[in-house]
């Protein structure tokens, strides 16, 4: 809850921060009063939305922020608030409105200053949603997707390098899913299934936390299908990069009991 409180703060500066209109371009709007909504000036409308903000009443935030592009479409307050409107959405956790309004930016100002927040702000969604490694990972992938995405457009930005960090963690819950089916395969006898599975964590996520125990999996699995050849190269890997865990002690003492000769080699 607390890195959410930290995040959602960030988000807010760099939402209000980093979109800085003159009050100068404020008055441009029209007062026609047959609008679905009671018609307003662009920057009372605007002062109501980010009010509500303020105050935590962040659906109502939301609406107004979407008010304000609809009543004053060529208003330079317009495109603030539709970035506006995605954050507020994002932080009454309506996760797939704050994305609609993010993309919606992006489709219009698509080389804006402030697109590597929209962007941002879309990663962040998909992050917050990830489930524990028993559900299905569609979400995370998602996170993965829009992370790399950031790294790839705006590679010397703040957004970038926290975008790296999180992709570190989305990796390695990645792994961890590889890992549960994994070792689910291996308790039903289904080795070739297990290798399987052990063998993409090894492969395509060989720098998260869960690669030792693959490693070791991996040994289990081959031995249990009957070619201790490949046991040994797992475990040669194991031993050559994790020397000191105690998958690697695990690891030695199965090829000493069930292939000694390939072992020894």
């Not at 998909?126 to 992370?147: F, G, H, M, N």
């Not at 792994?175 to 070792?183: F, L, N, P, S």
């Not at 399987?196 to 125990?213: A, C, Y």
Request: overall charge positive; glycine content about 4%.
């Amino acid at each position: 809850m607390l890195e959410r409180s930290r995040l959602k703060t960030a988000l807010l500066a760099a939402a209000t921060g980093a979109l800085v209109l003159t009050a100068g371009c404020a008055g441009a709007g029209g007062k026609n009063k047959d609008t679905a909504y009671v018609a307003r000036d662009v920057d009372t409308l605007y002062a109501a939305a980010k009010e509500r903000l303020n105050q935590g009443r962040t659906k109502q935030a939301a609406a107004l922020f979407d008010e304000v592009e609809r009543q004053h479409p060529y208003s330079p307050w317009a495109r603030r608030a539709q970035l506006m409107s995605a954050f507020s959405y994002y932080a009454a956790r309506d996760y797939n409105k704050a994305i609609q309004s993010a993309q919606r930016f992006l489709s219009i100002h698509p080389g804006n200053k402030d697109a590597p927040y929209a962007y941002y702000l879309v990663a962040m969604c998909y992050y917050e949603q990830i489930s524990d490694v028993t559900r299905d990972q569609k979400t995370t992938e998602q996170a993965k997707q829009a992370l790399t995405d950031i790294i790839r457009r705006y590679p010397t930005t703040s957004y970038a390098s926290d975008a790296k960090l999180k992709l570190d963690l989305v990796n390695d819950h990645l792994a961890g899913k590889e890992m549960t089916i994994g070792r689910s395969y291996e308790n039903s006898g289904k080795w070739l299934a297990a290798t399987l599975r052990f063998r993409n964590v090894v492969d395509n996520f060989q720098t998260t936390s869960h690669t030792p125990e693959a490693l070791f999996r991996l040994v289990e699995s081959y031995l249990s299908l009957g070619v201790p050849e490949e046991a040994q190269k797992a475990a040669a890997v194991l031993e050559r990069n994790y020397p000191g865990s105690k998958w690697y002690a695990r690891a030695y003492k199965l090829m000493k009991k069930y292939a000694p000769e390939a072992a020894a080699a």
